[in-house]
């Protein structure tokens, strides 16, 4: 069946503003007016009686059907809600023109999406396309709402529900004067979107413009059902494109000011997704001139930690571009973006330091985060969240990073170098975030001063544990930037100290490299020998015949590839002729 046309639509819409001016005298002339409106053929009246509702006769296989669905219903328990011997029933009555036995089928389907506990038969699902279609708001509302739990619950495939054809009756329903419909039906739709291929068909019907539509209703269950539909098709980078085209944009940016915590969060995630293509971040920042970037900065604020936290994501990838960097930071953002850092929530310390390693890239950034004395939190997070593989890891990125000859002192003031060890020495040899670690602390001990404080705060626990890491075969990153930092620190006397005893494991890792294929390995290989033989019984050590034999071979090939390259560079006369 079909719903109102627009006719009839624009009958019901004059007749609300008759009511609205009209005096008592006028009844009888709205009724006339409505029951006139019941000859239209979208309705389906009878035309042999034009001033009375139609009642259509109940036919006896409708009557027949009735009976036995109210027997099923009787004899059904909750294991067997579903019966393949009644789902004949169940399309004989989801079919009739009569909206009582409509509502049967619409109130049991409502049950079996209470009760069902495990997939539902697809057959199951053709009545929906009837019971989604009627013109009776009980069923219209009844079976959406089955038609979500079912969804939801994962009880229909999403995929089945629009190949059979129920995404177009879905739709329509979008476009219903009822809350009700209208909340079930987004619903619908924001569950098919989490399906790829959903997405894109969705965007094909045109549920794109009604969804934006539903965006704006005055019901907040319906905008919090289109919003998070809208957000579920952000998902895919076609769709992104079709709802900037659609003008998705303005509509998302302004419900980051609506009152609702769930409405806000769907609508920054939205443009979080969104901004993740940098094709769309000029557009997002000129609306409103650039009033995205100062909402954003609001909610940061947010005492809702999944807001406040969406908020920085949408920074940070609105923050790849260095102009809008500085444009960031322009507004008074480091300051705020520090108080995330202190917050107690974790999952806040997060969100803020993923926007701050975005930031710390860009080395024109480096003064104003050191200023605004961030190092000395960092050190302080590292501390307090020391075996958290998430902070340890942004965390030694961000401080590997603000290193440089000008900002050695405040690392050091900060008690960065402290934190840095401590993680070290808690992480476990799996964590992804032991290599970032350790990248730090290797980078960190190129600067002189900061690798005296390092040499000042290790012990012989952090010389074993760097051995350790160096002979790591499964993940050589590791074993390289542990050996990196062996080598520098062995440059001081202290700390070859307590690598003493341990100088055959040196001897033993530094021959692997020495035979690595990789030439940074070799490099880093003679680097060691060079550094440690300083000391008189590394000197000796180091002299054994393994060891020199190697060195003989490295020394050859660096010879061969000398004279290789001489020849390509500098070809003789003769040599050039041959090749032409």
């Excluded at 409103?288 to 969406?310: A, F, P, R, T, Y």
């Amino acid at each position: 069946m079909e719903t109102f046309c627009d006719s009839c639509r624009q009958h019901l819409k004059n007749l609300v503003e008759l009511i609205q001016r009209a005096s008592e005298n006028l009844w009888q002339k709205i009724k006339y007016f409505f029951e006139s409106m019941q000859c239209c053929c979208c309705l389906k009246r009878n035309k042999s009686a034009p001033y009375r509702l139609y009642k259509p006769v109940l036919q006896q296989h409708e009557k027949e059907a009735a009976q036995e669905f109210l027997q099923h219903i009787e004899e059904a328990s909750e294991s067997n809600v579903i019966d393949t011997e009644r789902l004949e029933v169940l399309q004989t009555l989801a079919a009739s023109e009569n909206p009582s036995l409509q509502q049967s089928a619409a109130l049991y389907y409502l049950h079996i999406s209470e009760q069902l506990k495990n997939e539902m038969p697809e057959k199951y699902l053709e009545p929906y396309c009837a019971l989604l279609q009627s013109n009776d708001l009980e069923v219209q509302r009844k079976a959406s709402l089955s038609l979500v739990n079912l969804l939801v619950e994962g009880n229909v495939n999403k995929e089945t529900v629009v190949q059979i054809g129920l995404l177009e009756p879905i739709l329509e329903l979008l476009g219903s004067g009822d809350a009700t419909v209208q909340c079930n039906s987004s619903a619908c739709v924001a569950t098919l979107a989490t399906s790829v291929s959903n997405r894109e068909a969705i965007a094909a019907e045109g549920g794109i413009r009604s969804l934006l539509g539903l965006a704006k209703s005055y019901d907040p269950r319906v905008q919090q059902n289109a919003v998070g539909a809208i957000l579920n098709l952000t998902r895919s980078e076609k769709t992104q494109l079709l709802l900037c085209n659609e003008g998705a944009l303005p509509v998302l940016i302004l419900h980051l000011q609506s009152p609702d915590s769930e409405v806000q969060y769907y609508s920054c995630s939205a443009l979080t997704n969104i901004a993740s293509n940098p094709r769309h971040h000029l557009h997002m920042l000129q609306i409103g001139d650039g009033i995205l970037l100062k909402m954003l900065l609001s909610l940061m604020s947010s005492s809702v930690v999944k807001v406040c936290c969406q908020a920085c994501y949408c920074l940070r990838n609105l923050s790849l571009n260095e102009d809008t960097q500085a444009d960031i930071v322009a507004i008074n953002f480091l300051p705020q973006l520090h108080e995330l850092l202190k917050s107690s929530s974790k999952s806040v310390n997060e969100a803020a330091l993923t926007v701050l390693s975005t930031f710390s890239e860009n080395h024109s950034n480096t003064d104003a985060i050191v200023s605004e004395d961030i190092l000395k939190t960092l050190g302080k997070l590292l501390l307090i969240h020391k075996t958290s593989p998430e902070i340890s890891n942004y965390v030694a990125t961000i401080i590997h990073k603000l290193a440089t000859s000008e900002t050695q002192q405040a690392i050091i003031d900060s008690q960065c170098v402290v934190a840095v060890l401590q993680a070290l020495s808690h992480l476990r040899i799996h964590d992804e975030s032991l290599l970032y670690v350790t990248i730090c602390i290797a980078e960190l001990t190129q600067h002189e001063t900061i690798r005296t404080r390092i040499i000042q705060e290790s012990d012989v626990n952090i010389a074993v544990y760097l051995l350790m890491l160096s002979s790591q075969s499964e993940n050589i990153d590791l074993s390289f930037h542990a050996a990196c930092t062996i080598s520098q620190l062995g440059l001081d006397e202290m700390f070859s100290l307590l690598l003493r005893p341990h100088a055959r494991e040196i001897v033993g890792y530094v021959l692997h490299f020495l035979k690595h294929q990789e030439i940074r390995f070799q490099h880093l290989g003679l680097l060691t020998i060079q550094n440690l033989r300083k000391d008189a019984h590394f000197a000796e050590v180091f002299s054994e015949r393994k060891l020199m034999v190697q060195l003989n071979r490295v020394c050859q090939q660096t010879a061969e590839t000398e004279q290789l390259l001489q020849a390509v560079l500098f070809p003789k006369e003769g040599d050039q002729k041959q090749m032409i």
